[in-house]
């Protein structure tokens, strides 16, 4: 095998002791990485109040919020126009009224929010537009990071606009 010496003769002893060591590496890796695992808290996870959104989410499999350690990630709230809607801010309002009930369950702030990222469908500059009266009523300075992606679809129809948030846990 290559240019590792044969398991009888010359350079067995380093070749053993090497495989040796290399084991017991690995045996105390796993027995470090398990004992970590073991020590993480679990984590929590925030299901919707109403029963009909959260038989869905446990039907897809997805909850509002998971709490794990000191971070809050929140999944994605779509926005977009109603019938009869001819404007985009509208669903905006609605999309951070429903972020806000969210944060306000876990007992934190829009002050505890660090990552803001957007997911646009359609003109990402005409959509952020529309966005920036509600994001500034809610996010003040020190903001939290932003980005925003477009993308070529969201998972509801009438949704142009997708808003996730990565939160602090508070104190």
């Known amino acids: 095998m290559g240019n590792l010496p044969a398991f009888k003769g010359e350079g067995t002893t ?3 002791a090497t495989i040796r060591r290399a084991g017991i590496a690995l045996a105390l890796s796993l027995a470090a990485a ?17 029963p009909e959104a959260r038989a869905f989410q446990e ?20 926005a977009g126009p109603a019938p009869g809607e001819d ?6 309002e609605r999309a951070f009224a429903r972020l806000d009930a969210i944060i306000r ?15 646009h469908k359609g003109p990402v500059a005409a959509q952020v537009e529309a966005l920036l009266p509600v ?37």
């Open 34 to 50: 398990t004992a970590a695992h073991a020590e993480a808290p679990p984590k929590q996870t925030l299901m919707p109040e109403h």
């Open 14 to 16: 380093m070749h053993h």
């Open 59 to 78: 039907m897809a499999g997805f909850s509002d919020a998971v709490v794990h350690g000191d971070t809050i990630h929140l999944s994605g709230v779509v």
């Open 135 to 171: 994001k500034n009523r809610y996010i003040k300075a020190p903001f939290p990071t932003w980005t925003a992606v477009g993308v070529s679809d969201l998972y509801s129809a009438d949704a142009v606009t997708e808003i996730k948030l990565v939160l602090r846990r508070p104190k």
């Open 105 to 119: 369950r876990l007992g934190a702030t829009w002050d505890d929010v660090l990552v803001f990222d957007t997911f």
């Open 87 to 92: 404007s985009l801010q509208p669903g905006y």
